[in-house]
């Protein structure tokens, strides 16, 4: 069966699709996502964000791809390698899906797409993914990719309100 989405690095024809869906989302991305959530507020904020990103990827610093319905054409999340650090070979990934999408395997086998493209293409060892404990959905697609838990960080993530949360540190070799 032919997969209904695709990934692609984010484009500057994606301003408007993206910035909709932010917006879509914005009370899902404050938790976990208030950075992207704070650098879409606006359509010309949306324009730059990408900008950055598309700079990013060119250097190597950060990779933000969306996932793309193959119905709508459009952008329906966000698939983000980070934090790179290229002298241990290891790197974060992050990822959110639009509210109608979500439980649909979608996530989990883009995950699967950017680990392959950690290992194969970026040639990393390591990847890390952080996760709010009261995210049922995240720690489910953390064991399904074998991601094992290492740290428990006390107030390791700020949420778009300013509320601190404690986060867990899981890692898996590629």
Known sequence: MQPKFSIA???TTDKIPLFELIQANATRLHQYFPITAKENCSLLATEYYIQTKIREANAKENYTFKIVSK???LPIGLLIIKKIN?????C???????GAH???GIVSAGISQLLSYCKDK??????????GEDNPSSLRIAEKHNFVLTKRIKNGHEDFHGNVMDVLHFERNL
């Open 102 to 104: 979500e439980g649909k």
């Open 71 to 73: 119905v709508s054409q």
């Open 122 to 131: 970026l040639h990393l060892t390591k990847a890390v993914v952080i996760i």
């Open 86 to 90: 290229w002298q241990t070979k290891q």
């Open 92 to 98: 974060e990934l992050a990822y959110f899906i639009d």
């Open 9 to 11: 690095l984010l484009e």
